[in-house]
């Protein structure tokens, strides 16, 4: 069964940093866009960055210029390092593919890891 396994998130004082990882139980990555998506309670996920096959990035705008996403050099896992965290980057982070991950007709998601940008 398709599984994946995001990591690395807790807690840290704004302006700090963490790197979250992505891994996944079967190559999905190898051919497809890999993202990282943010949902705070009651919203729904937010994109916060996304980087293809051939490694061309993307970045939501609130990513930009604190927030790298890369991938091992065999595509699996996928990092996300998220510097100068402010408050509002609380939340529970997931990866996916991009359209998604099917499984017996519905889309799958991982349990997210979480993140809380605190004093």
């Known amino acids: 069964q398709v599984q994946l396994v995001e990591s690395g998130g807790g807690w840290v004082q704004p302006g700090g940093s963490l790197t979250l990882s992505c891994a996944a139980s079967e190559n999905i990555f190898q051919d497809n866009t890999m993202a990282w998506y943010h949902q705070v309670p009651g919203k729904p996920r937010e994109l916060v960055a996304r980087?293809?096959?051939?490694?061309?990035?993307l970045y939501g705008d609130s990513a930009k210029g604190r927030f790298t996403i890369s991938r091992a050099a065999d595509k699996n896992p996928v990092y996300l390092q998220m510097n100068s965290l402010k408050a509002e980057d609380t939340g529970v982070y997931y990866c996916?593919?991009?359209?998604?991950?099917?499984?017996?007709?519905?889309?799958?998601w991982g349990q997210g890891t979480q993140v809380t940008v605190s004093s």
């Open positions: 996916n593919t991009v359209p998604g991950i099917m499984v017996n007709s519905r889309a799958y």
């Open positions: 980087i293809t096959s051939g490694g061309l990035k």
